[in-house]
């Protein structure tokens, strides 16, 4: 099931994104565990499907695959990447990225997560990062992603998480969207500020791949906030077309 983030969504992404100003890994905490996992069903049928794919103007989010091992491990193997997550190690464990796709295509298909990988819709398609919510409670969401080196600096995590976003409120009865980064991340920090999060506090958090505890800024966005943002969109089009 292909669904353009025009058509599943409330909020259409844009080419308004470009230019993400990345001044560190633009990669999130990947484990703000905020609440007990209940494994419950969150996402629907539609999710569960491994042809399920969202379509943003640059990018397919897709179900990962295991073809995909080869270029999940080649971005996960980088300090970059790694340095600024909970739960990648590095060194990056041959054997690792497998795990982590079978893990995913688990969780996406129970209904509990939704895990996908990023790929370029112009030329090479190969994966360039990972982007989840996963399930936080009965109602809540955390968002998390990676994105290769390579691909730093051109708006694509800030495009991305925003379809992510969309997704997880348009296909979930989550209240929130809870995110976590670290506090020397910048770059996350911009896209997360940008997708509309707002800061709820900082404080340490578990990092099993780091060695322990490390500071980090912890955000929310509600369904509330998001639809109202996506409210203010809709009409700021309108006019424009009026407009024109």
């Known amino acids: 099931m292909r669904l353009k983030a025009q058509s599943l ?10 230019g ?5 890994s633009p990669s999130l905490f990947l484990a703000p565990r905020f609440g007990a996992l209940t494994g419950a069903k969150m ?8 042809v399920f794919r969202i379509e943003t103007p640059r990018l397919w989010l897709r179900w990962p695959r295991i ?11 980088q300090w970059e990447v790694a340095r600024y997550t909970a739960r990648i190690p590095h060194p990056y464990p041959q054997g690792s990225a497998e795990r982590f796709i079978y893990a995913a295509r ?41 994105l290769a080196p390579e691909a730093w600096g051109k708006g694509l995590a ?9 997704a997880g409120f348009g296909l979930t009865p989550a209240v929130e969207i809870l995110a976590s980064v670290r506090v020397e991340n910048e770059a996350s920090r911009a896209v997360i500020e940008r997708c509309g999060f707002a800061l709820e506090g900082t404080g340490p958090q578990g990092a099993p791949a780091r060695g322990g505890m490390v500071e980090c800024h912890r955000f929310r966005l509600s369904r509330a906030e998001w639809a109202e943002a996506a409210a203010k969109q809709r009409a700021a089009a309108a006019d424009l077309a009026r407009a024109l």
């Not at 909020?11 to 994104?17: D, N």
């Open 67 to 77: 073809c995909d091992a080869a270029a999940v491990h080649k971005f996960c193997s």
């Open 106 to 146: 688990e969780a996406n298909a129970s209904g509990r997560d939704l895990t996908l990988v990023m790929t370029p819709i112009k030329g090479k398609r190969e994966a360039i990062g990972s982007i989840s919510v996963e399930s936080r409670g009965k109602d809540r969401l955390a968002l998390g992603y990676v």
């Open 158 to 166: 800030t495009e991305a998480s925003r379809a992510m976003i969309d």
């Open 20 to 24: 993400d100003a990345v001044a560190a």
């Open 43 to 50: 996402f629907p049928d539609l999710a569960r499907d491994d």
């Open 9 to 18: 969504l409330i909020r259409p992404v844009s080419e308004a994104y470009k």
